[in-house]
């Protein structure tokens, strides 16, 4: 029994001996630009936006750089019912991310990024469920968009001009 213990010992320890952590290099884990920024934003005004932002960029302290956030919206009919009321629409959001050098005065990143989600009206009038769900998307769209331009940002040069 002794044996068989040791032995399953062995095995473990050096069954584990290759393992690599994935949060062993802290370099994803920061934002680079998180309260170095002054954050505007321009076109779509959306409800989530300016909350979200000192989450993600926090308050500007250092002012090292700014970024401007283009938001524009497009939304198609997907289907068309026969007495033209529309029954499943898509959204797409377009968020064009525009990062200057206040040092160095110039554009040192630039990205666009879609986020989209379809709706299904619930009626033709107000509709409480319909509403509460449009704005539950448009506010995990958000979300989304900001944590995918953080992570191209974070791997992202950011000293030299484009």
Avoid: W
Avoid at 133 to 161: H, R
Wanted: with cysteine; net charge negative; glycine share 4%.
């Amino acid at each position: 029994m002794k044996n068989l213990l040791v032995v399953f010992l062995i095995i473990s320890i050096s069954a584990c001996s290759g393992i690599e952590f994935v949060y062993k290099d802290n370099k994803n884990l920061t934002n680079p630009i998180y309260e170095k920024t002054e954050v505007n934003t321009v076109g779509l005004d959306l409800i989530f936006i300016n909350s979200y932002i000192p989450m993600f960029f926090g308050v500007d302290k250092e002012g090292l750089y700014e970024l401007s956030i283009n938001i524009n919206e497009t939304k198609t009919n997907r289907s068309v019912e026969t007495n033209q009321v529309t029954s499943n629409i898509k959204h797409d959001l377009i968020f064009y991310y525009t990062l200057l050098s206040k040092e160095k005065k110039c554009v040192i990143y630039e990205k666009e990024i879609l986020s989209y989600f379809s709706l299904i009206p619930k009626s033709s009038g107000y509709n409480y469920g319909t509403d509460a769900s449009l704005e539950k998307k448009y506010e995990l769209a958000i979300s989304e968009n900001l944590n995918q331009f953080v992570t191209f940002v974070s791997s992202a040069n950011l000293s030299n001009c484009k």
